[in-house]
């Protein structure tokens, strides 16, 4: 079965394998890292736009190691999991200050690069040098179940051992690098998670799980996600042409990119006068003179505020909205922080569901 699933696989790449990709085939390692960290937990489709634009904005790894990381951050937006771009900036830097600009040539040393693990260390080997090391990702995981019949769960560690197995088991030696592009192909275009071409399948024959009609019923996972939910108010604070930002911590979801002051809450609370009392005279010790709609004259709920913006992280529900508060000078408690004008606002790095908000409606909101 092994020798059968590799020749089958060899065989329709080489017939049937149409699927365009500006990274297939290259050899250049910098630009097979490149690829695989912007892939990582990102779709071809989306990933594709983002690979040719940091490819012609740096085009070597000295590049990208000089670039300022909010040039690089920026560049990286609206890509999510920015933990990524933070590790391909610091090895970037390790690589062109420490390693003259030469990546590592084997597989142990690739896989000691800062976010870099077992997959995309295996998939520079082996595209890069052809070295025998095999992919394996959910992709691998779905071919497998499906051709084997394997009924053990992938997210189990029986399961992650026997699937790694299997994996080094069908790996082509001599071809590691087309066999591994080979394989991540046939899992994205014919054997999908959902309706897949099981009809014009080179494997239709041998397939355990079509000839049980179980295709439907593989790969078995056993373990859910529990997802949870967060309530972020993000105070747009706006005086004279010019609006408070913040860089936001390391440790949380979106370290080193930039938000609105934030107020997070268990629930949704109405805006209303309590609310900002709490959050501006409380907590902040702002004067309600200061603010240009003073707060004793709001009588029902406050107006200028936005719809609610969601974003579903892999282990995080995230609902946002935004509240304009404007200021006829700055109060003493941000005098120190950080006002931008519109043509910085627009450089800095945001989260996605910052940029969701952000554009022409924003602007003419804070003029209401």
């Given amino acids: 079965m092994t020798q059968a699933f590799t020749q089958l696989l060899l065989k329709w790449n080489n017939s049937s394998n149409h699927r365009p990709m500006p990274w297939k085939g290259e050899k250049d390692p910098y630009k097979i890292w490149l690829s695989e960290i912007i892939l990582q937990q990102t779709r071809v489709e989306q990933g594709w736009a983002y690979y040719e634009k940091f490819v012609a904005t740096y085009p070597t790894v000295h590049d990208l ?64 040098y052809n070295l025998p090391y095999a992919v394996v990702d959910g992709n691998v995981f779905r071919v497998f179940a499906r051709f084997y019949g394997i009924h053990i769960p992938t997210d189990t560690k029986e399961g992650f051992h026997l699937f790694n197995k299997i994996a080094d088991e069908n790996l082509s030696k001599k071809q590691a690098g087309v066999y591994n592009q080979a394989l991540m192909d046939f899992g994205a275009t014919v054997c999908k998670p959902s309706t897949p071409n099981c009809a014009s399948c080179v494997m239709k024959k041998t397939c355990v799980a079509f000839l049980n009609n179980q295709v ?25 042409g010019k609006w408070l930002v913040q860089k936001r911590l390391e440790g949380d ?23 900002l009392h709490e959050v501006l005279v409380n907590q902040l010790g702002i004067s309600s003179k200061e603010i240009s709609i003073p707060l004793k004259q709001l009588k029902q709920n406050y107006e200028p505020v936005s719809p609610s913006y969601n974003q579903a992280l892999t282990h995080q529900l995230l609902q946002a909205r935004f509240i304009l508060v404007k200021f006829d000078t700055i109060p003493a408690v941000f005098s120190k922080a950080l006002w931008v004008n519109q043509k910085q606002l627009n450089q800095l790095p945001f989260p996605k569901i910052i940029n969701q908000f952000l554009g022409q409606d924003f602007i003419n909101w804070c003029k209401t």
Avoid: M
């Fill in 253 to 275: 979801i979106w370290g080193g990119l930039y938000q609105f002051y934030l107020n997070e809450n268990k629930s949704v609370p109405p805006v209303n006068l309590g609310y």
């Fill in 216 to 240: 439907n019923q593989l790969p078995i996972k056993v373990k859910s996600i529990e997802r949870k939910k967060r309530h972020f108010d993000f105070f747009c604070f706006y005086s004279k």
């Fill in 65 to 128: 190691a000089n670039a300022k990381d909010e040039k690089v951050l920026k560049l990286w937006e609206g890509l999510g999991y920015y933990n990524r771009c933070k590790n391909l900036i610091l090895t970037a830097r390790y690589i062109s200050k420490k390693l003259n600009g030469v990546f590592p040539n084997n597989y142990e040393s690739l896989l000691s690069l800062k976010g870099v693990g077992p997959y995309t260390a295996s998939a520079i080997a082996s595209f890069a």
